[in-house]
């Protein structure tokens, strides 16, 4: 076996070898995992063979929900990184594995521990409900974590007194709000795919195509969830394209949510929402592409790079996701 340098996959975030040409990497992949009661779980962000050489495809509840279920040794997470290690607090004796340390989120770099703890202070007595896009140490100042899929609930299953802070999502919190009418505190935090989708181009092509429906995540901004016929999560607008009559889709989300989209309506028509620019034709997470076939055989191979966090701080931060599966399971989403 080549020799793997720890500290340079640290600094890459990845292990940098080549992979023999003459090998089937899907197959190599498969077999590897069945040797090493390995699990690969993957978000539908993710590149399309990622998704298709996956046990599970799934939104970030479901992700998380695989993780706290599943029977495997090891966790590998095509996805980004909050998500492996959300994965790793719920499942801290298993190893929990991520094969590239880069793929990070905008939306949870948009809220830093140190700041958020100063602006926890500003409202005491506030209940906490964070986005689980988050680090485990926002997690650990928080109450209750959600997912676009349970946030609604999770805020309803609340007393209508309670006060709340809202983190760090700032369009979904405001869409949150507008659902519920409740009184919240909003985080000023945003996502840079959710927010580059552009009004005017996604109405024109709505002339193009009179009869497609726009279908929206809710961390998009206000002004494109007006317009859209369904707001949900990855999840929600997936089922949302199998149940409903209609023939085309205008998708405003990331475009990884295609490949499931197309293999479950292969009748069907979907269409990328576009971009403020133009030059470009959807939306892509940068950091969610950053996971490939090649790094995930490396990483099944060499079982690294490998997430570790400190006993404490994922005891601190456990808590919080647990509450949010708990309120999920009883609402059975
Ligand atoms: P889902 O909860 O729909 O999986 O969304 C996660 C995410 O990162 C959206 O950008
Ligand atoms: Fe984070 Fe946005 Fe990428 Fe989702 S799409 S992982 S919120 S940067």
């Known amino acids: 076996m080549d020799i793997v340098n720890k500290d340079e996959i640290e600094k890459k975030g990845f292990i940098d070898l ?24 993957a978000h539908f ?23 706290a279920a599943t029977k495997a040794d090891i966790i590998l997470f095509a996805g980004v990184h909050f998500m492996a290690e959300t994965a790793k607090i719920l499942a801290p004796q298993k190893k929990v594995l991520i094969p590239d340390l880069q793929a990070g989120c905008s939306l949870a770099d948009s809220c830093p521990p140190d700041e958020f703890a100063e602006f926890k202070k500003k409202y005491p007595g506030h209940t906490v409900i964070s986005y689980v896009n988050t680090s485990a140490e926002i997690k650990a ?10 946030a609604l609930q999770i805020v309803q299953s609340l007393p209508e007194t309670e006060k709340i802070i809202f983190a760090p999502d700032r369009n979904l919190g ?12 909003i985080w000023d935090g945003a996502c840079h795919v959710h927010e580059e989708f552009s009004l005017e181009r996604m ?41 409903d009559k ?23 028509i979907f269409i990328p929402a ?28 060499y079982e690294l790079p490998e997430i570790t966090l400190e006993q404490d701080l994922m005891d601190q931060a456990r808590g919080s996701i647990t509450r949010m599966l708990e309120i999920s399971d009883r609402l059975h989403l």
Request: aromatic share 4%; with cysteine.
């Open 18 to 41: 080549d992979v023999d040409k003459s090998i089937d990497i899907v197959e190599e992949i498969k077999l590897m995992r069945q040797q090493k009661n390995a699990v690969i779980l």
């Open 45 to 67: 962000y993710q590149e399309s063979e990622v998704q298709d050489i996956a046990d599970f495809v799934g939104d970030s509840l479901g992700l998380a929900q695989q993780a």
């Open 141 to 150: 100042l928080t109450d209750i974590v959600c997912t676009s899929t349970n």
């Open 174 to 185: 405001n869409y949150i709000r507008s659902m519920t009418g409740r009184e919240m505190v």
């Open 203 to 243: 109405l024109e092509l709505k002339k193009e195509n009179p009869d497609a429906q726009i279908i929206a995540h809710p961390e998009c901004e206000k002004h494109i969830l007006i317009v859209a016929d369904h707001i949900g999560s990855t999840t929600s607008l997936l089922n949302y394209t199998i149940r």
């Open 246 to 268: 209609g023939k085309k889709y205008i998708v405003a989300t990331e475009s990884g949510i295609l490949h499931q989209m197309r293999k479950a309506n292969p009748e069907k």
């Open 274 to 301: 576009p971009p403020k620019d133009s030059t470009c034709a959807c939306n892509d997470c940068k950091y969610m592409k950053l996971i490939s076939l090649k790094k995930i055989y490396n990483t099944l191979k």
